[in-house]
């Protein structure tokens, strides 16, 4: 069974950094794409990365360009979002999710990540 588990989440003031950490479990992930998503209080939840667990390539939403990075590490199957520069908007809970056709597609979209974690809470204050 899937399993992701996040961690790194709390409070940080603008400007600062965090790096949330998502370990998977459960199975082989080679040809799973990871994503990072974000729900604030009332809000939808919306994308904000993902990479190919296959060839490293990730795609970003256009809030966090620049200031978010999202990468991998195959050893120890974990992925990761370090996050720059953050503001009082990217307040919010973040979850981790797999979507076990990252060989076709490197999706934005909720319904073709089949797997998620529990999130963790991110707090940027003013």
């Known amino acids: 069974q899937v399993q992701l588990v996040e961690s790194g989440g709390g409070l940080v003031q603008a400007g600062g950094s965090l790096r949330l950490s998502c370990a998977a479990s459960?199975?082989?992930?080679?040809?799973?794409?990871m994503g990072w998503f974000r729900q604030a209080p009332g809000k939808e939840r919306e994308f904000v990365a993902a990479?190919?667990?296959?060839?490293?390539?990730?795609y970003y939403a256009d809030s966090v360009k620049g200031r978010f990075t999202i990468s991998r590490d195959n050893v120890k199957n974990t992925v990761y979002l370090q996050m720059n520069s953050l503001k009082p908007e990217d307040t919010a809970v973040y979850y981790c999710a797999a979507d076990p056709l990252g060989r076709l597609r490197l999706s934005y979209k909720r319904n073709d990540y089949n797997y998620w974690g529990q999130g963790t809470q991110v707090t940027v204050s003013s």
């Open positions: 459960g199975r082989t992930f080679s040809t799973y794409a």
């Open positions: 990479i190919s667990w296959t060839d490293g390539n990730t």
